[in-house]
């Protein structure tokens, strides 16, 4: 669906000499010459990425994704639990301050 439309790569002509005058139209096998064919030329065909290819990329990400979220969670629950002792610890001190 999503696959671009490659053109069609005209074949080129074959240019056959045979060295061996024609025979009459023969049923059955067909004889063998001497002259050389060659088979014609495959079009070339550039490989796109397949679905396969595409849906891997896609895993890749989103996994990617996951485990940068649990690590900014990890972070920002680090970052609460510094500021809840900070608190904690401030108000002993302060109230040493005070009796002194």
Do not use: N, W, Y
């Amino acid at each position: 669906m999503f696959r671009p439309k490659l053109p069609e790569m005209p074949s080129p002509s074959t240019v056959h000499h045979p060295t061996v005058p024609a025979l009459p139209v023969q049923h059955g096998p067909a004889p063998t010459c001497s002259c050389r064919h060659d088979a014609p030329p495959t079009p070339v065909r550039r490989l796109t990425p397949s679905l396969g290819v595409g849906a891997g990329a896609v895993i890749a990400v989103i996994a990617g994704g996951v485990v940068l979220t649990a690590l900014l969670t990890a972070v920002a629950a680090t970052a609460v639990s510094v500021a809840v002792a900070a608190v904690v610890l401030r108000s002993p001190l302060r109230d040493q301050r005070h009796h002194h």
